[in-house]
């Protein structure tokens, strides 16, 4: 597996697995063990996804070693806070079955509850990952859906640049002034909904070129993202799919067929706005 180095010196695999709307059980450990299984080593998880047992029940299942493995989960919206962060950080670990992540995130800027005052709990919940981060419970932290301001905000109250951003990432849609403001501070982009949950599926650009180089449109979508130096994270509960998903290091694109895919038409977002999201408490 290739791997990414982010700003404090840890390698990060460049493909990981996503864990969104697996569903919890059975399927969500089935998935994430065939994932081992296959060779994925980065593992995409989140409270908010009540799946995290699963991932740490599929970790001991495969047999691997803890330090083989990239394990990133998330603070979910609730949580924000000093104290509720930590709490919430040692739950995380309690359903991982481990004693560190390797990537804590924040998963959104500003939940709905905390509208008017969203700096708060933001800022706090980044201060309790600075001290995570600092006692060695964490190896890196950053932060989901942030854009320069947030990030701005963050850095000016604590000094600390948040090492990865985690957006939503996939031809078009791929948020240029994010990426160039974030690569500009040394921050790794991670893209979620890679496959755009197949969206871009029926774009002609794509299936020309899955044509050329006789692989997916899935696959194409995820060659483009490493090669513009993201780490994607697709999610998928079938084991075809993630072998499928996990084999796109044996080829490339042309550097203008990068270009071409980069200004392909804006086919908007699949999630939520971060500077607008309000989510049911
Ligand atoms: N930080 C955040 O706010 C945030 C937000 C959203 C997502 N994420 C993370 O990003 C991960 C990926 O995003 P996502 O789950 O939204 O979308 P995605 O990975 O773009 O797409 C997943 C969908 O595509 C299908 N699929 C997967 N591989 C395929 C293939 N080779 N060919 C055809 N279809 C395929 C899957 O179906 P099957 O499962 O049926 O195979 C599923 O319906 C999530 O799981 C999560 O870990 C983070």
Redesign the pocket.
Known sequence: MEMYTIMNGVAIPKLGF????LEKGSVATKAVRQALEIGYRHI?A?SA?NNEENVGQAVLESGLSRNELFITT?LWNRDHGFEQTIRAFEQSLLLLQTDYVDLY?I??PIPMERRTDWKSGFGQSWEAMIQLYEAKKIRAIGV??CRPHHLEYLIARTGFVPMVN?I?F?PGFWQKYVVDWCVEHSILIQA???????RV?ELPLLKELSGKYNR???QICLRWEIQKGVSP??????ES?IR??FNVFDFSLTPDEVKQIDRLPECGA??YDPDDFIYPS
Not at 192 to 198: G, Y
Not at 233 to 238: E, G, Q, R, V, Y
């Open positions: 996503g864990t969104w709307q995409d989140a996804y998330k995130l998963h959104w989901c859906n985690q939503e996939h979620w909904s890679p496959l755009a949950q197949q599926f997916s449109l899935a994270i697709p999610k998928s509960a079938t799919r499928e998903n699949t999630g």
